[in-house]
């Protein structure tokens, strides 16, 4: 069918035109307009539905796709999509099952940057400070991850863990961190010592080792794919991936219209409209964060490479257990430590690693991904620098260990001796992100940004480890925040 001065051809000439400024009334050359584009209107696809969920099936089957295509409207949008706003999608809907989400990621597909690229070690909650938002969510987020893999049937193992002193005065480390997780509610603490350490783990040599049963190994990007199939059948969220948020504006009805698109593209700019806005921006928690209204002077992140090393097949099974150093200090590294995986993409191998060396670039992968705008950015925080000189012997040390496989492995020798440079390959790297506060000081905890563009959106400016295991527990603390913030109890029906 064709139309001519219908309304219908002005609202779509016009959105067609808005760009170049012409007005399909003034422009001689157009004489008429097809009322629909091939597609439009057509019965729901069951294909469509089955790979991205049932309400982008519904969305783009709408006879009128102007409605819903480029400018849908939600309740409120999670941009970033790793565990934390995966998890908190998932945390909402359960709670208030007549909320429709969208879920923003930039990438092709979710789970694709921290927590796709990590050691996969499900933590007890020994290192972080008694009280702390991230001690609580720890222990409650290892006990809801071992369920959720359980329920789900994803591959999890509760194999343990030793952390090992190799000498007396390390070894007050090793009591520190018992008292600590003892007073967090980790359970099963024992300290041992060398006869027990070798019964347990023979190929390794230390003077004590502090034994964790309860801590485990997951593949966490799995983990990531599993929450996102479970929100897409729920036919009220949305995955939208390769749409980077680009702006974010408060509309006159108080809402936020989020304008985004496929990320180093120039167009199209397409648009998603939500009453909220909770933003989990990970490696660009800080930009993001900014974006959305947040302080764009504070919580900058910076970006830390961990390189993995894994040992041959036939050497695989040279431990059973995740065996980690002392701490070594400064707030960042746990030290380089053996962990098996259940992880295909590594083989089923057992990682050693990682370091943890300052990147150029905030997706750097590789020592020399270098982007400008990102050193720059390092250069210009003073928090780091702080940080940086009070540790210069860490500091230079890990990137040292970076560049040296033999200075990476003699970390790991010194608990594990008999482990030697034919018996590893190289693996994979990890990315992660880390806020610096005054004084040089590594943040402990996390950080949520509350109340801004007028009380509608919440920013998640600081979340590194343990935030995989803890996924669970931070999606639950944003929702209590949330529900403080916005009372969405008062307009959506609860569980």
């Not at 959105?15 to 597609?39: E, M, T, V, Y």
């Amino acid at each position: 069918m064709l139309l001519s001065q219908s309304r219908a051809v002005n609202r779509r000439a016009l959105l067609a035109f808005r760009f170049s400024g012409a007005c399909p009334n003034n422009n001689k050359s157009i004489q008429k307009l097809w009322d629909h584009l091939p597609g439009e209107g057509d019965p729901k696809k069951k294909g469509l539905e089955t790979l991205l969920g049932p309400l982008r099936a519904e969305n783009f089957g709408n006879p009128d796709p102007l409605k819903t295509v480029g400018h849908d409207h939600f309740d409120v949008a999670v941009v970033g999509g790793g565990i934390v706003g995966l998890a908190t999608a998932r945390e909402i809907i359960r709670r208030y099952p007549t909320m429709k989400v969208a879920l923003l990621e930039k990438e092709a597909e979710v789970a694709g940057q921290q927590t796709g690229h990590n050691s996969g070690v499900i933590h007890a909650g020994l290192y972080y400070q008694s009280g702390s938002q991230m001690a609580k969510t720890c222990v409650r987020g290892a006990d809801l991850m071992y369920a959720y893999c359980q329920e789900h049937d994803l591959p999890v193992e509760r194999c343990g863990k030793l952390v090992v002193a190799c000498n007396e005065k390390e070894h007050e480390q090793v009591e520190k961190l018992y008292r600590q997780g003892t007073a967090n509610g980790v359970k099963g603490l024992k300290i041992i010592y060398s006869d027990e350490i070798t019964e347990l783990e023979p190929n390794v040599k230390a003077y004590s080792a502090l034994y964790s049963p309860n801590t485990g190994i997951v593949n966490y990007w799995l983990v990531g794919q599993s929450i996102a199939n479970e929100l897409r059948k729920s036919g009220r969220v949305d995955i939208k991936t390769s749409f980077e948020a680009k702006q974010f504006h408060k509309s006159s009805n108080n809402s936020i219209t989020i304008v985004g698109g496929e990320k180093t593209m120039d167009g199209p700019h397409l648009e998603v409209i939500a009453q909220h806005v909770i933003t989990c921006g990970g490696l660009y928690a800080d930009r993001l964060s900014a974006l959305a209204g947040g302080d764009p002077n504070q919580h900058k992140i910076v970006t830390f490479r961990g390189t993995y090393y894994q040992l041959k097949p036939e050497f695989r099974t040279l431990i059973r257990r995740n065996i980690y150093p002392v701490p070594s200090g400064g707030g960042i590294p746990v030290g380089v430590h053996f962990t098996p995986t259940v992880d295909a993409r590594r083989g089923h191998q057992t990682i050693v690693g990682p370091g943890a060396c300052i990147t150029f670039s905030r997706e750097g992968y590789r020592f020399w991904d270098l982007r400008v705008k990102d050193v720059w950015n390092n250069m210009m925080n003073a928090n780091f620098w702080s940080f940086a000189l009070k540790n210069l012997n860490l500091s230079l040390g890990e990137v040292y260990r970076d560049l040296s496989k033999r200075a990476f492995l003699k970390s790991a020798q010194s608990y594990v001796p008999g482990l030697t440079g034919d018996m590893v390959v190289q693996s994979f790297s990890g990315v992660m992100a880390q806020v610096f506060e005054k004084g040089g000081i590594a943040a402990s905890d996390f950080i949520v940004e509350r109340r801004v563009m007028d009380g509608l959106v919440m920013n998640v400016r600081n979340a590194p480890s343990p935030a995989c295991t803890a996924g669970f527990a931070i999606g639950e603390m944003i929702a209590d925040c949330a529900e403080e913030d916005w009372q969405w109890s008062k307009k959506f029906k609860q569980k």
